[in-house]
């Protein structure tokens, strides 16, 4: 296992040192796209040349690593940022990420998509991007490509829209004040790297209230693998009980509790005390994004480009029809229903 794990250890400080390029940083693409960009170079290149005892420790950095780093992300929140936004952002949040995923995974059973992609897509378009699907990926254990697939579609529609935003604030098309435009950019944007860029382009103001309704979005992500995990174990006990298997209640609706949520949430509320020095904590979240740049390392490895030309055209349909959603839908929350919470 050692082998694999430091293979894919090597292919993440080449992320790293790829991601503080000046092309690279101009497109504030984090780490973690790097890595599972190299990833993926590797699976369609050296990869089957890979010995197979090596295969385990990458399995392991995909799986375990990924659980650990999604934990260990809780060390970029505190409940004191959510009181700091307010009510406003709270609701609009909830609502948008509400509407992406019951929205996404509608509209990719009209397009007759993969169930698993359609999850994972609407999932990274609706929360925090890469590391939303990486913790929806380690709910439902769906298969890397999968993964990789909507990883994608995150990438792309998320940089664009990271160059739109500041053009549209600053030719006034929009109509929104600089809270308005933190509130839309943070509520609607995919990475957390993307809200960063945008928001540092339109202002400190904006990008200061746009962070935080983007770490409020990325803390609903521990109901949303809760409700995931629910809705699984009783889908899988309807079909059970169709097949008429003994036992179908209580093998089928057992509910696998994503635990490392729980672990993501609990590590908000220690962050929340303030018990850590500074400089620990950053050194905490540094390495937190090394562990999850392992993890889509990992993915990206076993990702070819064969089983993207099996996903087909329907996961980047799917893609921008959430996009457009969020750039018109959040723009409407911001502008409408903000000013009536206030």
Known sequence: MLHGVLLIALFSCAAFWIAETEVIRSLSLSPLIVGIVLGMLYANSLRNRLPATWVPGI???????????????????????????????????AIVVTVTIYGGVLIGRLLRMDRGIALLTSVGSGICGAAAVLGAEATIRTKPYKTAVAVSTVVIFGTLAMFIYPALYRSGVLGLDPAQMGLYTGSTLHEVAHVVGAGNAMGQEVSDAAIIVKMIRVILLVPVLLIISFTIARVRARKLQKRGTVGATDAGGKISIPWFAIGFLAVIGFNSLGLLPAGVIAFIKQLDVFLLTMAMTALGAETSIEKFKKAGFKPFLLATILFVWLMVGGWLLAKYLAPCLL
Do not use: E, H, W
């Open 59 to 93: 399995l392991f950095c995909s799986k375990r690593l990924l659980r650990v780093g999604i934990i260990l992300y809780g060390f970029n929140l505190t409940f004191q940022d959510i009181v700091r936004v307010g009510l406003p952002a709270i609701v609009i949040d």
